[in-house]
C-alpha cells in the first residue's frame, strides 16, 4: 500500500482526534458555549468516504461536524476558532460547534436540525446534474435520522429524478440516549433504500480502507449514471451524546469493545508494522504543534464586534 495514502489517512484521523480532545478541555474549562458534540471514535467514516471525492463535490452532515469538516481540509485554527465564536472562526463565529461551513470547500454545515441536510444536499446534487457537471454530493446523517419525514422525502426525490447523492447513514447505535434496537426492527439500516429504490451499501466503519472502496463505488454510479445510493457505516462514538451527557445508558464492555478496534490504533500499528514508524511519530508531533497553535490562534482571536450582530442573517 502506498506510504503517502497511509500518511494521509492517518494524518486527517489523528488531526480530527486531537482536535477534538483539545476541544473537550476547552469546554470544561468554560471556553466553548453552548453543546459541544464529539466524533471520537468515528473518524474513520468521514476520512475514508471525503478521501475519495473531488474538491467540486459537495458535503453536508449534522451537528457532529467537526470530523467532517477537518477530513475535507478544513483549516484546524478556523475550527477552534468558530468553537470559542471567535470572529477567525470558520463560520465568522456565528455558528457554533454545531455549524461549521466552509464554502470554498464546498461544506455546507453543520445542521442541528435532525435529518433537515437531506433535502437540501439532494437539491445541490441536482443543481449539478443540471449544469451538466459530473460533481455529486455526500450527505452524512446519525441513525436517529432515518424515521424523520426528510430522509424519505428526500431519498424518493433522490431515486425518482436519478440525484448524483450519496446518504450515508453513520450507525453508531445511539440517538442520545436511545439505543437503536427501540427504534428499528432491524439492524441492517441499509435495507430502507429497497423502498425507494435506490443502490446500498453496508461497511464497517472503523475500516477506513473499506469505507474508501464503499464510497468510491457509490461516486462512481452517482457520476456516471446520476443514480443516488444509501449506505450504512457502522461506528461507534465514544464519548456521550454531547459533553452533558455522561453516557449511563451504555456498558463499558461494548466501549472498550470498539475502542480495542479503534480505526487510528489499528491503521497506526499498520504503519509501525510496514516499517513506518518514524514516519508516523513525526505526524504525531506535527498534528500536536498544529492543534495547539489552533488553540493559541483561537484564544488570541477577537470575539464578533457587537454592531455586527445582524449581519449575514436574512430578517
Ligand atoms: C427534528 C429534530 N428533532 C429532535 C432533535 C433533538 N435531537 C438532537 S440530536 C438527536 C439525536 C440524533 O441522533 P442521531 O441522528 O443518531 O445522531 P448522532 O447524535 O448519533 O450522531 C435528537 C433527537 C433535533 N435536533 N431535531
Request: net charge negative.
Amino acid at each position: 500500500m502506498e506510504q503517502e495514502l497511509l500518511t494521509d489517512l492517518y494524518s486527517k484521523m489523528q488531526r480530527i482526534r486531537r482536535f477534538e480532545e483539545e476541544a473537550a478541555r476547552l469546554y470544561t474549562e468554560k471556553k466553548i458555549g453552548g453543546f459541544l458534540h464529539l466524533y471520537i471514535g468515528q473518524e474513520a467514516v468521514a476520512v475514508g468516504a471525503l478521501s475519495v471525492l473531488k474538491d467540486e463535490d459537495y458535503v453536508m452532515t449534522a451537528y457532529r461536524c467537526h470530523g467532517h469538516y477537518i477530513a475535507r481540509g478544513g483549516s484546524t485554527r478556523a475550527g477552534m476558532s468558530e468553537l470559542l465564536g471567535k470572529v477567525t472562526g470558520c463560520a465568522k463565529g456565528r455558528g457554533g460547534s454545531m455549524h461549521f461551513y466552509d464554502i470554498e470547500r464546498r461544506f455546507m454545515g453543520g445542521w442541528g436540525i435532525v435529518g433537515a441536510q437531506l433535502p437540501v444536499a439532494a437539491g445541490l446534487a441536482f443543481a449539478e446534474k443540471y449544469k451538466g457537471t459530473d460533481n455529486i454530493a455526500i450527505c452524512f446523517m446519525g441513525d436517529g435520522a432515518i424515521n424523520i419525514g426528510s430522509f424519505h422525502e428526500a431519498l424518493a426525490l433522490a431515486s425518482l429524478w436519478k440525484i448524483p447523492v450519496i446518504f450515508v447513514i453513520e450507525n453508531n447505535y445511539f440517538a442520545m440516549g436511545t439505543p437503536l434496537e427501540k427504534t428499528a426492527a432491524t439492524d441492517d439500516l441499509s435495507i430502507r433504500a429497497l423502498a425507494y429504490p435506490m443502490a446500498r451499501d453496508t461497511v464497517d466503519g472503523h475500516d477506513v480502507f473499506a469505507v474508501r472502496a464503499c464510497i468510491h463505488a457509490a461516486a462512481k454510479r452517482a457520476r456516471e449514471q446520476h443514480l443516488p445510493t444509501l449506505i450504512e457505516a457502522k461506528t461507534y462514538r465514544y464519548r456521550g451524546h454531547s459533553m452533558a451527557d455522561p453516557a449511563k445508558y451504555r456498558s463499558q464492555q461494548d466501549v472498550d469493545q470498539w475502542k480495542s478496534r479503534d480505526p487510528i490504533k489499528v491503521l497506526g500499528e499498520k504503519m509501525d508494522a510496514l516499517g513506518m514508524k518514524a514516519i508516523r511519530e513525526q505526524i504525531d508531533q506535527a498534528i500536536e504543534d498544529e492543534v495547539q497553535d489552533a488553540v493559541r490562534f483561537a484564544e488570541e482571536s477577537p470575539f464578533p464586534a457587537p454592531e455586527t450582530a445582524l449581519d449575514y442573517t436574512y430578517v
